[in-house]
């Protein structure tokens, strides 16, 4: 279902001080957080964003084109851009428990999080990575698991290691996911639940930022055991990390 735009968009010194299309990124990252755009639904014509927003045509196209590389969107062909769901696998979602799926993530992202910090250059990539965790802390959508935007901001960490292989590797874990959540008949997730989730979001971003990739591998197994303790409601997996997997 297509859902109107909201019109109330004069671009601030906030918003000029980024690439316009980094600002656009941003924006419609929040709108398909807060739920103004589902999966599934398309996304307005690019000349109702463009107007919309105050930008040309060329500068949407470009920022649709960041999201659609982190699979947020979708471009089809005669028919326009739609959101796209959390990625899920049938033959590999069925039977995976949530325990396992996230100690899988946790020997992969761990380990990809302190090589992404020491890669990591700046440019578009850390910019959607920041957009992502500006995008959970502004949401107002909180009252439920915001699986979508975690899938996208943990392949984003990948992304930024420049390792199409390991991406490859920790993908199953992420199309796993929903279905093991589904499983796991997850209790009522609170706003308390969403602030923490985005408090450690920017802990782990401004960790990769600053080139530290101790701290980095530090915040993410501490982003990750307490997303187990929540998910699994197994307060034994929560607190300070042991140490670093990888």
Same mark, same amino acid.
């Given at each position: 279902?297509?859902?109107?735009?909201?019109?109330?968009?004069?671009? %601030? !010194?906030?918003?000029? /001080?980024?690439?316009?299309?980094?600002?656009? &990124? *941003?924006?419609?990252?929040?709108?398909?957080?807060? $739920?103004?755009?589902?999966?599934?639904?398309?996304?307005?014509?690019?000349?109702?964003?463009?107007?919309?927003?105050?930008? /040309?045509?060329?500068?949407?196209?470009?920022?649709?084109?960041?999201?659609? &590389?982190?699979?947020?969107?979708? %471009?089809?062909?005669?028919?326009?851009?739609?959101?796209?769901?959390? !990625?899920?696998?049938? /033959?590999?979602?069925? $039977? +995976?428990?949530?325990?396992?799926?996230?100690? /899988?993530?946790?020997?992969?992202?761990?380990?990809?999080?302190?090589?992404?910090?020491?890669?990591?250059?700046?440019?578009?990539?850390?910019?959607?990575?920041?957009?992502?965790?500006?995008?959970?802390?502004? %949401?107002?959508?909180?009252?439920?698991?915001?699986?979508?935007?975690?899938?996208?901001? *943990?392949?984003?960490?990948?992304?930024?290691?420049?390792?199409? *292989?390991?991406?490859?590797?920790?993908?199953?874990?992420?199309?796993?996911?929903?279905?093991?959540? +589904? %499983?796991?008949?997850?209790?009522?997730?609170?706003?308390?639940?969403?602030?923490?989730?985005?408090?450690? *979001?920017?802990?782990?971003?401004?960790?990769?930022?600053?080139?530290?990739?101790?701290?980095?591998?530090? &915040?993410?197994?501490?982003?990750?055991?307490?997303?187990?303790?929540?998910? &699994?409601?197994?307060?034994?997996?929560?607190?300070?990390?042991?140490?670093?997997?990888?």
């Amino acid at each position: 279902m297509e859902r109107e735009l909201a019109a109330d968009s004069p671009v %601030s !010194a906030l918003q000029l /001080s980024r690439r316009a299309h980094e600002f656009v &990124a *941003h924006e419609l990252l929040v709108l398909i957080l807060s $739920g103004r755009f589902r999966a599934g639904d398309r996304l307005p014509p690019e000349r109702q964003l463009a107007t919309g927003f105050g930008v /040309s045509r060329p500068t949407v196209r470009q920022a649709l084109r960041v999201l659609a &590389a982190n699979g947020l969107v979708e %471009s089809r062909i005669g028919s326009g851009t739609f959101v796209v769901g959390s !990625a899920r696998d049938e /033959s590999t979602g069925e $039977g +995976e428990s949530l325990r396992n799926v996230m100690e /899988s993530r946790l020997v992969f992202e761990v380990g990809a999080v302190r090589l992404a910090a020491r890669r990591v250059r700046g440019g578009e990539d850390l910019e959607l990575l920041r957009a992502i965790v500006e995008a959970l802390e502004r %949401s107002t959508a909180r009252d439920a698991y915001p699986i979508e935007i975690d899938v996208a901001f *943990h392949r984003g960490i990948v992304q930024l290691t420049g390792n199409a *292989h390991l991406a490859n590797l920790v993908a199953p874990c992420w199309q796993s996911l929903p279905a093991a959540v +589904e %499983s796991a008949a997850l209790s009522a997730w609170t706003e308390e639940d969403s602030a923490r989730m985005a408090e450690q *979001h920017r802990a782990v971003f401004e960790a990769v930022r600053a080139g530290d990739a101790e701290l980095a591998g530090f &915040a993410m197994e501490r982003n990750l055991r307490a997303e187990l303790a929540r998910l &699994a409601d197994d307060s034994s997996a929560d607190g300070p990390p042991a140490r670093f997997f990888a």
